[in-house]
């Protein structure tokens, strides 16, 4: 299907973020130069750029018009419900390490459908809060079959346009089907060095995988959430009539 006008603006600007011509804090192209390189209205490219903001990766400057964002923002782990937002929830983080290819845990390796030894690329960020410290430990896992394909995952440092983009930008797969698996355990010792936390504590830990029409994983996170700092809170109808 192909996409209309504001996507295609949309596609264009983040294509030009991701490989660096715009970066962090620059300005992107003005509304009246979008609107005469495009041969569209004002009302399209506002459109396009609420895309951009609804991804986290633009920002609006009162009087100059629109920014690369200074710091990303990513979602925790799970509830990725069709038509949410990249920054519905989601908060600043950081890197940590560098992405590299090593066995699963084992649990997670069942959600990805991966036999015993193989591998899948590994990439950690450490959820933050406001006030910088650290709200949850996030790794997630990418079968070789993506990341083989997507080099930009095994590069130190975020994705400016988002994982979800760029693989769906790449390979022409989107998650269509998303499945949550939440458990609680014991911080193991490396997660408690990470999330600054002292003897044993309690944990929320949220496995999510993500696959395509196809039903091929395209990614397996695993957030780890300390117990003190994890809730969830669900709104929905009850069937029942008002006044009854």
Known sequence: MPLLKYEQIAESLRIRISEGEFGPGD????????CEQWAVSRATVIKAMDVLRCDGLVAARQGT????????????VGRRFAGSS?????????????PGKEEPPR????????????????RDRLMLLDD????????????ENVSDRCPRLAQKGPIAEGTTHYVART???????????TSVRLASAPEAESLGLSGPVAVAVVLHTASDDAG?????????????????????????????
């Open 86 to 98: 990249r920054v519905s929830g989601g908060s600043p983080f950081r890197r940590l390490g560098a």
């Open 216 to 244: 091929e994983v395209l990614v397996c996170e695993e957030g780890v959430t300390p117990g003190h700092l994890w809730e969830q809170i669900e709104s929905y109808p009850m069937g029942g009539r008002s006044g009854e």
């Open 65 to 76: 018009g629109f920014t690369v964002v200074e710091t990303p923002v990513a979602r925790p």
């Open 27 to 34: 300005l992107l192209p003005s509304g009246r130069d979008l």
């Open 107 to 122: 649990r997670v390796a069942e959600a990805m459908g991966l036999g015993t030894g193989a591998v899948a690329l590994r």
């Open 132 to 143: 910088g410290s650290p709200l949850s430990l996030v790794t997630a896992w990418f079968p």
């Open 171 to 181: 390979l022409g797969r989107s998650p269509v089907q998303g499945t949550d698996v």
